[in-house]
């Protein structure tokens, strides 16, 4: 037995939080009864319905890296209709992306249909590493590698960095080219990390989760995971 908005997100439809949220608005039936409390949880045998649509639980499950180019989207879909990473790949699956990349953020970006891995890869206690290139302003001095290396306190929260490097220095047009390695989920952390130390981010790419890496993916491309890489994905739990 498993509680209903987990089966509800794990069919691939929504996430968890939102599944609750459809559950509270009286939207969602079990075995043909309204259930608008959270707390109940149902077998495989029970029918679902949410939003007068049969829950199938048995949809095959896809799962995709796409290389996101700047300014696009990281939802399934956007109420303005500007272009989200979804539309990037051909699948007959209601795939989302798992976390989210800035609109100007470029670079390595999951999706699936699988709320299961969607969930292990989210989870703040899981701590999976995601890698990061930035273009920062200006060149960063000991005190600032030594903030980086204590970990940066940001909206009262401190950020540890698990890897840290500087690729490259320019010395004329006062930038530099940083790596760095977090396990952080919070929206526009990096971001946040370098404006914190007085050096905006210029550029932003990911370039790794866990060990997946873009490889010769270009801009806009994507490929399958092979199953080998999900089970090692699911492994990080
Ligand atoms: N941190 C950011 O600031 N932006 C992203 O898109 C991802 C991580």
Redesign the pocket.
Known sequence: MERLQKVIAEAGITSRRKAEELILAGKVSVNGEVISKLGLKVSGKDIIDVDGVRLNRNVVRKYYILNKPRGVI?SAIDEKGRKTVVDYIDTDVRIYPVG???Y??TGLIILTNDGKLANILAHPKNKIP?T?IAKIEGLLNKDDIDRLKSGIIIEGRKVFIEDFKIRDKDFEKKTSLVEITIVEG????????FESLKHP?IR?S?IKIAFLELGNLKSGQYRELTIKEVKKLYSLK
């Open positions: 990281s989210r990349l800035d100007d953020t995601k990061y919070r929206n526009h952390i990096v971001k946040k990390i981010v932003l990911r």
